[in-house]
């Protein structure tokens, strides 16, 4: 099982993390444009978000390739 690890960037990463990791790149605004969910959509924050990937499977999913796709870019944007 370690071995199918090894090269998925998503292995030891929190929601929460991964989540607050794309808010500081892409910001609610754009977050909401490129994830059409209500909770990055009205009122949104961390908290709330978390609470609704967490139950909902097929959003978590979406919010998990988006990062996936941007990957390289918000790792270089934190150095």
Not at 36 to 51: A, G, M, V
Request: proline share 5%; glycine share 2%; aromatic share 8%.
């Amino acid at each position: 099982m370690k071995k199918e690890q090894i090269n998925n960037p998503l292995h030891g990463i929190k929601l929460e993390v991964l989540l607050t990791q794309l808010v500081e790149h892409f910001d609610w605004d754009m977050l909401g444009n490129l994830i059409p969910i209500n909770c990055f959509l009205k009122d949104p924050s961390i908290k709330s978000s978390l609470k609704f990937l967490r139950r909902t499977p097929w959003a978590r999913k979406k919010v998990e390739d988006l990062y996936l796709e941007n990957y390289e870019k918000i790792k270089n944007s934190q150095q």
